[in-house]
């Protein structure tokens, strides 16, 4: 059984930069995606890169500030976010499933989440 577990969050400033980790146990060959939901709003999607890493995705809110990676060999997934924003304040989560966002937001495998506050 696929776990999914996120580190990395925390508070910073409007422009500074973050990483999340996301640690996966048990083998995944399905694409792996972020999700963030902000405070009072629904989930959204952020990114997603495929199971071999060769492809990513971003949502035009992330897109040019935010990159997705994938180590295989440590079986993790990154979200390398740059200049970011009070707008990026949400908890972020990583997710792992098969059929697009919308299909993982309903069947997926979730980790716990980890708060990113950015203060302006």
């Known amino acids: 059984q696929v776990r999914l577990a996120e580190s990395g969050g925390g508070l910073v400033q409007a422009g500074d930069s973050l990483t999340l980790s996301c640690a996966m146990s048990g083998r995944t060959f399905t694409s792996a995606y972020w999700f963030r939901q902000p405070p009072g709003k629904e989930r959204e999607y952020v990114a997603a890169?495929?199971?071999?890493?060769?492809?990513?995705q971003y949502a035009a809110s992330v897109k040019g500030r935010f990159t997705i990676s994938r180590d295989s060999a440590k079986n993790t997934i990154s979200l390398q976010m740059n200049n970011l924003k009070p707008d990026d304040t949400a908890v972020y989560f990583c997710a792992s499933g098969r059929g697009g966002p919308a299909a993982v937001l309903d069947n997926g495998v979730w980790g716990q989440g980890t708060q990113v506050t950015v203060s302006s």
């Open positions: 890169i495929s199971w071999s890493g060769a492809v990513q």
